[in-house]
């Protein structure tokens, strides 16, 4: 296969690809990616556990003293230069976190251990560790995603490029986001790794819930052939009643029907409890695996899944007590009756096992129930919205917002100072770029691209008014004036 270049014209590879991106998932997409590899014996164990780390740093204008042209730098970056400032002290600890599970895999593995991980890193990152000269992270994390002695351990899942909140990015934003750390994932690691790339971690755990945007949301996800998506239990209803799922520790489908009546699934693993890095860092879904057994699914006798999702470097027991917990819990699970499992290897082995995808419960996103209790699908647009505003002056709970690791925080309240210029210049670079058909091979394509998605990052918002809205809103300023000057 190509290899593509890591940067073009100084930029991250995010766009000009996108052929060669798709030609290698299609290739890869009716293979299995574990199941020749795998040493479970499935048949023999009674449940398995999942731990995701989600790695994420923003990109800052803060390399200089002048926000408007200050150089754009990750935020690693700028803590490591300024440790006296907050917690920028940790910045050390942070980096040996975005690089230590390359040197535990081949640790464990050399000791005749089944480790596993998955790890889900932003497109921002990888620029950011690239930019500050990082490159033994990006090493030990290249040679445990390519080395075939390492790679079985080890699921890499697909994230937006900008770490981008789905239920409040513009929906073909959101699908540049997707194409963008797909390209930029595979001009790092390689054209075959980015094959092997199943399984979809939306930012913020961030499930989009109005069904035009949830149907838009994992049409992308489809069409760039991932397979499955993480969900938090919370954000999904099942459709008979409208409650949480049932059975949270097997795969469900998601499916997601717009207003028009068009219809669109995927499968979905369900991440229970909060955000939590606690309940990672301590190896908690191992130890509640350990308390379930064999249920039945589709005929057959099939162990459940306990799946959680964390950052990996946040928070103190995260970057001290993790590493020497992770080391001994996988230790211990090696050849054990509760082993740990990646979830694409586990769904492979359900599925080998004779389960089918139509076996499956169905799930859909929060709050739909209520919807398509009022309205048929193929009303169409104008009558979902009629209908939204009679729920939500009725019942003060309904929401469109979405739904992510917390039930508690709006992605959209309060946050009017960044959003309205972020659609604003979202809409001009459809206007300018899309819908003039300009290339994405096109350098000005990308370094309109760049900015736009770098602005998208929900850090502008999380930390509220202050210096991080104004990052965004230089962000937003510069994407604006490249659509105004160089198109």
Request: hydrophobic content about 40%; aromatic content about 10%; overall charge negative.
């Given at each position: ?40 014996d ?18 800052i ?16 970056q ?10 920028n ?7 040996w ?43 030990s ?53 980015v ?44 459709p ?18 717009n ?40 005929g ?30 996988m ?20 599925f ?94 990308r ?41």
């Open positions: 296969m190509t290899q593509l270049p890591e940067y073009v014209d100084g930029l991250p590879n995010i766009c000009g690809s996108e052929g060669d991106v798709e030609r290698a998932v299609a290739m890869a997409r009716d293979s299995a990616v574990f199941l020749a590899d795998s040493r479970i499935f048949r023999r164990i009674k449940s398995a556990f999942a731990n995701a780390l989600h790695m994420h740093q923003p990109l204008p803060a390399g200089g003293g002048d926000l408007h042209t200050a150089e754009v730098i990750g935020n690693l700028y803590m490591m230069d300024h440790p006296g400032i907050g917690d002290h940790n910045a050390p600890v942070f980096l976190c975005y690089k230590r599970m390359g040197e535990f895999i081949p640790q464990l593995v050399h000791e005749s251990k089944e480790p596993r991980i998955m790890l889900e890193y932003s497109g921002t990152l990888f620029h950011g560790l690239r930019k500050m000269g990082a490159h033994d992270v990006i090493d994390l290249t040679t445990i995603t390519r080395n075939p002695e390492y790679r079985r351990c080890v699921e890499w899942l697909g994230a937006p490029w900008g770490h981008a909140v789905a239920p409040s990015t513009p929906v073909h934003d959101y699908r540049l986001h997707v194409k963008a750390w797909q390209q930029h994932f595979a001009a790092i690691f390689g054209l075959e790794a094959g092997r790339v199943r399984g979809f971690s939306p930012s913020e755990m961030a499930l989009p819930n109005h069904p035009d945007v949830a149907y838009e949301f994992v049409r992308t996800l489809r069409d760039c052939g991932y397979e499955w998506v993480l969900v938090q239990e919370h954000t999904v209803e099942e008979a009643d409208g409650a949480n799922p049932h059975r949270p520790h097997l795969p469900y489908r998601l499916v997601c029907t207003s028009h009546g068009e219809t669109v699934s995927i499968l979905a693993i369900i991440k229970t409890q909060g955000s939590d890095t606690k309940l990672v860092a301590q190896m908690q879904p191992c130890y509640e695996a350990r308390s379930l057994g064999v249920v039945e699914l589709g057959q006798t099939v162990p459940p899944l306990v799946t959680q999702i964390a950052d990996g470097e946040n928070g103190g027991v995260m970057m001290n007590e993790f590493p020497p917990k992770y080391l001994d819990v230790r211990e699970a090696s050849g054990s009756d509760t082993p740990a499992m990646n979830v694409t290897e586990y769904l492979e082995h359900l080998a096992l004779g389960v089918s995808i139509e076996d499956l419960p169905v799930v859909r996103p929060l709050f739909q129930r209520l919807i398509w209790e009022r309205m048929k699908p193929g009303d169409g647009p104008d009558r979902l919205h009629q209908v939204i505003e009679e729920i939500r002056r009725e019942d003060h709970r309904f929401h469109m917002e979405g739904g992510s690791w917390t039930n508690s925080r709006s992605w959209v309240r309060g946050y009017e100072a960044v959003l309205k210029p972020m659609e604003a210049v979202s809409a001009r670079f459809y206007d300018t770029v899309i819908r003039a058909g300009i290339p994405p091979s096109d350098g000005r394509y370094n309109a691209l760049f900015y736009l998605l770098c602005a998208e990052t929900s850090c502008y918002r999380y930390w509220g008014e202050g210096i991080w809205t104004d990052y965004g809103r230089e962000l937003i300023r510069r994407a604006d004036a490249i659509l105004a000057h160089d198109f």
